[in-house]
C-alpha cells in the first residue's frame, strides 16, 4: 500500500479550478451538458436507449446526481457571472426549477441517507471549500466539516462517513465522520471521480499509479482497507455503479461496463458518437438503474 502523504497546505482558489476540470486561471469555463438516457438489461445484458439533451443551454451545467424516486436530477448550473448554483431537473414535467440561490457557489450536489437533504461543495466568500448540506428546496445551509478543507469532491460511504478528494500534491483521498468532524488520509495520487457503491460503507475512486496507469479501487470507510478493483481503460476515470454493483464507466463517446466476479473484462455498451457527444464526463445511476445521466461537451 502507498504511503499517505504529509498534509499539504494551499490557498483554495485552486481547488475551485478542479470542480471545472483543472482549467488555467484565464480560461473561459467550457459549455457543457447534461443527457439523460434510459437502462434496460436484457438476459443479463445492459442495452442503453437514445440521449436526450435534459439542459440544452449555452453554458456550464454539470454533475447530476438523481433523486430517491429517480424522478429528477440535480445538478450545477453556472451563471453568467460565474457563480453557481443548484437546479432540480424534473423528468416527468421536462421542468428545471432553481433550487439555491445564494453569493456562494454549490457544486455537486448529492442526496444524503434519509432522502431530506442534500450535500454540496461550495464555494465560500473567501474562497474557501468546504462540504455544506441543503434542504431539498435549498434552505437551512449547514457546514458539515468545520475543520476539513479544501475539498474538490467527495463520496459517501454510509450516514456518517465519506471519502473526500483533498487538494495536494498528488490529490489525496481522505476519509472523513461527519460524527466527529475529523478527516484522516487514506490514498495519495487520486483522480477526480469518487463514487458510493452499492454496497455500503465503501466507496471507488481512481488510483493514477502513473500517467499510463490508472486502476478503479475501492476503499471501506470503516477500516480504510484498500483494495484495486480493474484496471481502467486508457485516459478513463469517470465512473459510476449500477445497483446490482455494475460498474459502468466513461471513454470518450463510449460507456463500458464490468461485472465484478465475472471474471470478463471491459465491454463496450453504448458508443453515442453517432449523435455527437464526445467527450462524456460525469455519469450518475438512478437508485433503480433505469436512467443514467451523462455530461458531455456541447
Not at 460511504?157 to 500534491?169: E, M, S, T
Not at 445497483?243 to 461485472?259: E, F, H, R, V
Request: aromatic share 8%; hydrophobic share 40%; charged share 20%.
Amino acid at each position: 500500500m502507498k504511503k499517505p502523504l504529509a498534509l499539504c497546505t494551499h490557498r483554495a482558489g485552486p481547488v475551485f479550478l478542479l470542480l471545472l476540470g483543472f482549467l488555467p486561471a484565464q480560461a473561459q469555463v467550457p459549455g457543457t451538458d447534461i443527457h439523460l438516457v434510459s437502462l434496460f438489461r436484457t438476459r443479463g445484458m445492459i442495452t442503453i436507449g437514445q440521449p436526450k439533451n435534459v439542459t440544452n443551454r449555452s453554458g456550464y451545467d454539470n454533475q447530476p446526481s438523481f433523486l430517491p424516486d429517480g424522478q429528477a436530477i440535480l445538478f450545477t448550473m453556472m451563471k453568467e457571472d460565474g457563480r453557481t448554483d443548484i437546479h432540480r431537473f424534473d423528468i416527468p414535467s421536462g421542468r428545471t426549477v432553481q433550487v439555491t440561490n445564494t453569493a456562494e457557489s454549490e457544486y455537486s450536489p448529492g442526496v444524503m441517507q434519509g432522502g431530506k437533504t442534500f450535500s454540496v461543495v461550495r464555494v465560500e466568500l473567501d474562497s474557501v471549500q468546504r462540504l455544506w448540506q441543503f434542504n431539498l428546496d435549498g434552505t437551512n445551509p449547514k457546514l458539515l466539516l468545520r475543520e476539513v478543507k479544501p475539498v474538490g469532491y467527495y463520496a459517501w460511504g454510509n450516514a456518517n462517513a465519506l471519502g473526500l478528494f483533498i487538494l495536494a500534491n498528488p490529490p489525496e483521498l481522505h476519509i472523513a465522520s461527519t460524527s466527529t468532524g475529523h478527516a484522516q488520509r487514506a490514498w495519495k495520487g487520486i483522480g477526480r471521480s469518487i463514487q458510493s457503491m452499492p454496497r455500503r460503507n465503501t466507496i471507488s475512486f481512481i488510483d493514477r499509479i502513473s500517467e499510463h496507469e490508472m486502476w478503479v479501487s475501492q476503499v471501506d470507510v470503516r477500516t480504510m482497507e484498500v483494495t484495486p478493483l480493474i484496471r481502467a481503460p486508457h485516459g478513463s476515470e469517470f465512473h459510476a455503479w449500477t445497483p446490482d454493483g455494475t460498474l459502468l464507466i466513461a471513454q470518450g463517446s463510449k460507456l463500458l461496463a464490468w461485472k465484478p466476479g465475472s471474471g470478463e473484462s471491459w465491454k463496450e455498451i453504448a458508443d453515442f458518437s453517432a449523435a455527437g457527444i464526445r467527450g462524456i464526463t460525469r455519469i450518475a445511476v438512478s437508485p433503480r438503474g433505469d436512467r443514467l445521466a451523462f455530461v458531455a461537451g456541447e
